[in-house]
Nanobody, 128 residues
Framework: VQLQASGGGLVQAGGSLRLSCAAS????????MGWFRQAPGKEREFVAA????????YYADSVKGRFTISRDNVKRIMYLQMNILKPDDTANYYC??????????????????????WGKGTLVTVSS
């Protein structure tokens, strides 16, 4: 498995969850990675992205200030810390990677921020 997301669950509004994404070395190393989500009946949307070194991060306006993306390049795990969760955050969350070696700036200008490898989702449900 190239990408495996975990950590989803049921949480009350205002609560927190931390998602993890474990990746193979080929998928993880030196690549821009990100999180996307898809709510029932809606299209997939971008959540956050992070550069290989972690120096650069980018967030959707809807999660800015509440979510934090990070990565551990030794363990090959990417994280999404989600705080102050809202019912609108309910969705399947997917981790993804841009594996063609794009730079950060190139990835940010491409469709789906250059992501070409996707894992299976982990479901986050936020109750009101």
């Amino acid at each position: 498995v190239q990408l495996q997301a975990s950590g989803g669950g049921l949480v009350q509004a205002g609560g927190s969850l931390r998602l993890s994404c474990a990746a193979s070395e080929r998928t993880f190393t030196r690549h821009v990675m990100g999180w996307f989500r898809q709510a029932p009946g809606k299209e997939r949307e971008f959540v956050a992205a992070i550069s290989w070194t972690g120096t650069n991060t980018y967030y959707a306006d809807s999660v800015k200030g509440r979510f934090t993306i990070s990565r551990d390049n030794v363990k090959r795990i990417m994280y999404l810390q989600m705080n102050i969760l809202k019912p609108d955050d309910t969705a399947n969350y997917y981790c993804a990677a841009d594996t063609d070696g794009s730079t950060w700036s190139d990835s940010m200008t491409r469709n789906n921020y250059g992501m070409d490898t996707w894992g299976k989702g982990t479901l986050v449900t936020v109750s009101s």
